[in-house]
Nanobody, 124 residues
Framework: QVQLVESGGGLVQAGDSLRLSCAASGRTLSSYITGWFRQAPGKEREFVAA????????RYADPVKGRFTISRDNAKNTVNLLMNSLKPEDTAVYYCAASSGFLLLERLPQYDYWGQGTQVTVSS
């Protein structure tokens, strides 16, 4: 199985940008569809973005569309999430996830492997 570790979270001001990274080990990241999810206190985990194995296709949740960009560097075995124009409502723990499937789905059961999460806090 693949192991995933997120990094790059922190405390930022509204309107700022932040880059999250997900480092994979145990398997080649190009073997998996990779996605980002987030979970705020008291809320269920929600889909943020996903990217295909070769990076040719992406999918975004409506609240982040136009602000967030998912990318991958298979040579470095990493997937990244660039978050621009951050809003307080983006505050959450962000999780990297990997799927052995072939469709970029927004539903959690599609993803088999998860990182431990990294906290992103956006102040107003």
């Amino acid at each position: 199985q693949v192991q995933l570790v997120e990094s790059g979270g922190g405390l930022v001001q509204a309107g700022d940008s932040l880059r999250l990274s997900c480092a994979a080990s145990g398997r080649t990241l190009s073997s998996y569809i990779t996605g980002w999810f987030r979970q705020a206190p008291g809320k269920e985990r929600e889909f943020v973005a996903a990217i295909s194995r070769n990076g040719g296709s992406t999918r975004y949740a409506d609240p982040v569309k136009g602000r967030f960009t998912i990318s991958r560097d298979n040579a470095k075995n990493t997937v990244n999430l660039l978050m621009n124009s951050l809003k307080p409502e983006d505050t959450a723990v962000y999780y990297c996830a990997a799927s052995s499937g072939f469709l970029l789905l927004e539903r959690l059961p599609q993803y088999d492997y998860w990182g431990q999460g990294t906290q992103v806090t956006v102040s107003s």
